[in-house]
């Protein structure tokens, strides 16, 4: 058994903590021990519990060039970015990658396009004839602004290509809504927070039928411990081990809190602004992951990976004072999504139209 050194930058985030977690908890069973070094901006509870079993944490921005060089110029066995966005992102790391066993780097499956051009960011969602392999085609490469639609995929697949054109062993993943403790835009609080307020109906566009694949980010953390020990050059899409509905994640949530909805099924005459959900699509959006697997991967079902984030979502839920809200509140993306004045609107009108 060898030591081996990782440095996970943005290791306090939902992925990057999984990506500790994972190394840690499997270091020396039977395999490699690995020294985990820690890079966030600022440190926490995360930050306190991952030095707790093992890690070290390292406070600095990932831009900051002394802070990288300090921590990489030793060199390492594991580098994981998984913050990086942009091909400055990636120019800042070329220096370093010939002194590195293997690197992962963080992207996304909204690179992708259809033959359309259109990709998951676009206000016209793409159609895709089946399972996204990783040879589908991307969005044209550019240095736009990576927080805009159009932006956040052409700079991804810029820090792709730059990664992967330098030659040395990265590995790109691209995962599909990722979920997890810690993660920044925790999708399932939608369901959580309607069963913590006592709703009694759930009301699902589609008949609850949508599919967008999700990805557990202790997926993502199991992939990168295999691909640590197997370097290469190459793209791996990442997702649980089948895509689940709408309906199917509502129903596994629920379930785990022992909450009973009364599914409310909309079809296409019901009213356009209730129903829609965090993974509402109006076409299937599924990843092939039969390369990871085929490495030996085994992704995890969304049913058994999901349970943990959820306890984590009602504990912090509970913590929180009265006259405070949850540190993810604050996110646009939740703008009018617990607005239920619609919703009940909605329902009065179903009633009288039956």
């Known amino acids: 058994m060898s030591t081996k050194r990782a440095v996970v930058l943005g290791g306090t985030g939902g992925v990057g903590s999984a990506v500790v977690r994972e190394l840690l908890e499997h270091s020396g069973r ?3 021990d690995w020294q985990v070094d820690v890079l966030a901006r600022r440190g926490g509870d995360v930050a306190d519990t991952l030095v707790g079993a093992g890690a070290t944490f390292t406070p600095g921005d990932r831009r900051d060039a002394q802070v990288l060089r ?41 690179v992708y396009v259809d033959e359309q051009g259109r990709h998951a960011n676009a206000l016209d969602k793409p159609v895709f004839p089946g399972a996204v392999t990783e040879i ?40 599909s809504k990722v979920y997890g403790v810690g993660i920044g835009r925790p999708r399932e609080w939608f369901v959580v927070r309607r069963a913590l ?58 379930g785990h809190l022992d909450h009973r909805f009364d599914e409310v099924l909309l079809d296409a005459e019901a009213p356009v602004f209730v129903g829609l959900t965090p993974w509402s699509s109006p076409t299937p959006f599924v990843l092939d992951t039969s390369a990871a697997q085929a490495l030996g991967w085994e992704p995890p079902r969304y049913q058994d990976a999901v349970g943990p984030e959820l306890d984590w ?27 239920y004045g619609p919703e009940d609107a909605a329902l009065v009108m179903l009633s009288l139209g039956s």
């Open 70 to 110: 300090d921590l990489l110029r030793p060199g390492a066995d594991l580098l994981v970015d998984t913050v990086g966005a942009t091909r400055d992102d990636a120019a800042q790391l070329l220096p370093y990658l010939g002194d590195v066993g293997s690197t992962v780097f963080l992207s996304s499956k909204a």
């Open 197 to 254: 307020d006592g709703r009694e109906r759930v009301l699902l566009a589609d008949q609850g039928r949508g599919v967008d694949h999700t990805t557990a980010a202790s997926g993502i953390g199991s992939l990168v411990r295999l691909v640590a020990g197997a370097p290469d050059r190459r793209i791996l899409n990442v997702a649980d081990a089948s895509a689940p509905s709408v309906l199917e994640i509502v129903r596994t949530v629920a």
């Open 313 to 339: 979502l009602v504990d912090t839920a509970h913590r929180t004072p009265a006259d405070g809200d949850v540190p993810w509140a604050t996110d646009p993306f939740w703008d009018r999504m617990f607005d």
């Open 136 to 175: 589908q085609p991307t969005v044209t490469p550019a240095d736009g602004d990576p927080t805009s639609r159009d932006g956040y995929a052409a700079a991804k697949v810029a820090a792709e290509q730059l990664l992967l054109d330098h030659g040395a062993p990265v590995t790109v993943l691209r995962p």
């Open 30 to 32: 039977g395999g490699d």
